[in-house]
């Protein structure tokens, strides 16, 4: 299978020329938020403040990577459970985010928001954290320091390894690969 390269921010023409199943290497800027942040983000929105950084055209990574060990850049940096986010993804797509990394299902209401917005869902390896952190080259703390390893980190990426687990169009990678295995 030909792997894909794509770069941030992402846009609809990339968004869809993606499919359910597709291996990419992911170059440019992601951010990094977890459900405590996801829950600041909405709340914040109901205030009608800001976000702290723009996500339109943008892809936030489900991952609270760990403090950086010494020479190096970040420390593990592996993916968490999506679903914990499915609360406020569609919130967030509505506002313009083109794309989310993490592990597991995503809930019916995500899967028809990613179809209803242009957007995709990408699928990280759990427990590859620490092979993930090589494809990291910098990272900057953003907004709520004080969630500590799940503040919103700004991290550049190169060459970051994922799958495309749902597209635009409806299609889920893990049906599919279910399907395929039974037959």
Do not use: W
């Amino acid at each position: 299978m030909e792997i894909k390269r794509i770069k941030t921010p992402l846009d609809d023409a990339v968004i869809k020329k993606l499919r359910a199943g597709e291996k990419v290497l992911l170059t440019g800027f992601i951010y990094t938020a977890r459900d405590t942040a996801h829950k600041r983000f909405i709340d914040a929105l109901g205030k009608g403040e800001t976000l702290p950084f723009d996500v339109t055209n943008q892809i936030i990574y489900y991952c609270g990577p760990s403090p950086a060990p010494p020479g190096k850049v970040i420390g593990s940096a592996g993916p968490t459970t999506s679903s914990r986010m499915d609360l406020y993804t569609p919130q967030l797509l509505l506002l313009g985010l083109k794309g989310m990394i993490g592990k597991g299902k995503r809930s019916t209401e995500v899967k028809e928001a990613l179809k209803r917005y242009r957007a995709v869902y990408f699928g990280a390896t759990g427990g590859a954290g620490a092979l993930i952190s090589q494809s990291i080259v910098s990272s900057e703390i953003v907004a709520y320091e004080d969630l500590g390893p799940e503040a919103v980190v700004k991290l550049g990426v190169k060459d970051m390894p994922l799958f495309v687990i749902n597209d635009m169009y409806g299609n889920d990678l893990y049906e599919t690969g279910m399907e395929h295995y039974r037959k």
